[in-house]
C-alpha cells in the first residue's frame, strides 16, 4: 500500500535530535496523503545562551489541489523547556521555562521542475503559514514565501536561483517571540558566516529575528568525474539578512549580508557528502565567520 515508516537520528556538536513519522499516501482510499510524527530535540549553542529541549507530535495530510499543485495543512503540538545559561543577558534569564505551543500550519506548493534530482529546467514557487493559537503559551503568526528557478545553459552548466522570505509575529504586544522560535538563517542559506552567529544580538548572546531573507545565485562547473559518481561541483552567491525584535538589542546589525565560493558534492557508499568554501563580501563587524563547510548526510 506504500505506507512508510521513518525513523531518524542525528546527533551534532549543537543539536541532538530524533524523529519518527508513519505516512500512508493514500488514506482509505481518499487520495490523500496523511503523516504522523513524534519527535524529541536538544539544542544548545554557545553564542545563543540557552538551551531548550523540545517534545512534540504532529498530524497533517496533503493531495494535489491543481495540476502539479499541492495542498499540505496539519496540526503539531510541543513543549519547548529552555534554561538560559548563568553568564547569559538578563534579557536571555528572562526567558527560561516551559511554552507549550500548539499551532495550524499549511502551505501550498506549485512544482514545475522537469525532474526532481538535479532539475535542469523549470521552477517552484510557494507559501505557508503556522498559527499558534488556543492555549498556546506564546500565540503567532509565521509566514514563508519560498521558490526557484532552474535553467541548463549547455552540458556544462546549468544555472539556479533559490530564495526564501519569512516573518514571525505575536497576537498580543505584551509577549515576545520565545527564543527558540526566532529566526535565523541555516549554513545552506548563508555560506561563509557561522551559523546563528550574526544579526540581532544582546550582550554576547545572538538572539536572532523577527524577519529574514536569503537568495542562492549558483551553477554547477564540470569536474571531470566519472557520471556513476553523482558528483556536483558549484559555484554560488549567497545573500541574506536578518533583523527585527520585540525587546531592546545591544546590536540590531540590520545589514545585508552576502558571500560568493565554491561547492562540491557526492553520494557516496556511506551517505551524500557536501563541502563549501565561502568568503564573505558583505558583512557587520560583530559578524563570526566560517569559511569552510564540511557535512555528511546532505547536500548544499
Not at 519547548?80 to 499551532?103: H, P, V, W, Y
Not at 505584551?174 to 548563508?190: A, M
Amino acid at each position: 500500500k506504500g505506507i512508510g515508516l521513518d525513523a531518524t537520528a542525528s546527533l551534532g556538536t549543537d543539536t541532538i535530535s530524533t524523529n519518527f513519522s508513519v505516512t500512508d499516501p493514500d488514506f482509505r482510499s481518499s487520495g490523500n496523503l496523511l503523516k504522523t510524527g513524534f519527535y524529541v530535540s536538544k539544542y544548545e549553542n554557545e553564542t545563543s545562551g540557552y538551551e531548550n529541549r523540545i517534545i512534540g507530535s504532529n498530524i497533517s495530510t496533503g493531495f494535489e489541489w491543481f495540476e502539479d499543485v499541492n495542498l499540505n495543512y496539519g496540526i503539531s503540538l510541543d513543549l519547548d523547556d529552555l534554561s538560559a545559561n548563568t553568564d547569559s543577558s538578563d534579557l536571555i534569564k528572562s526567558r527560561d521555562g516551559q511554552f507549550f505551543t500548539n499551532k495550524f500550519f499549511y502551505s501550498v506548493y506549485e512544482d514545475q521542475r522537469d525532474k526532481k534530482f538535479k532539475p535542469e529546467d523549470g521552477y517552484t514557487v510557494g507559501f505557508g503559514q503556522g498559527i499558534a493559537h488556543l492555549g498556546s503559551d506564546i500565540p503567532y503568526l509565521s509566514n514563508n514565501f519560498f521558490g526557484s528557478f532552474y535553467n541548463k545553459f549547455n552540458e556544462s552548466f546549468t544555472g539556479s536561483i533559490r530564495y526564501s522570505v519569512k516573518s514571525i509575529n505575536t497576537f498580543e504586544s505584551n509577549k515576545d517571540i520565545k527564543l527558540s522560535d526566532r529566526l535565523f538563517l541555516s549554513e545552506n542559506d548563508l555560506r561563509g558566516f557561522k551559523f546563528r552567529s550574526y544579526g540581532p544580538k544582546v550582550g554576547k548572546d545572538f538572539v536572532g529575528g523577527n524577519y529574514s531573507y536569503s537568495s542562492t545565485f549558483a551553477s554547477s562547473v564540470p569536474n571531470f568525474l566519472p557520471e556513476t559518481w553523482n558528483a556536483t561541483s558549484s559555484i554560488f552567491l549567497d545573500a541574506g539578512n536578518i533583523w527585527g525584535t520585540d525587546f531592546e538589542v545591544t546590536n540590531e546589525a540590520n545589514q545585508f549580508r552576502s558571500s560568493v565560493g565554491v561547492g562540491f558534492s557526492w553520494f557516496s557508499p556511506i551517505g551524500p557528502i557536501a563541502v563549501s568554501y565561502a568568503e564573505p563580501i558583505q558583512k557587520n563587524s560583530t559578524d563570526e565567520i566560517e569559511k569552510f563547510n564540511f557535512k555528511l548526510g546532505g547536500v548544499f
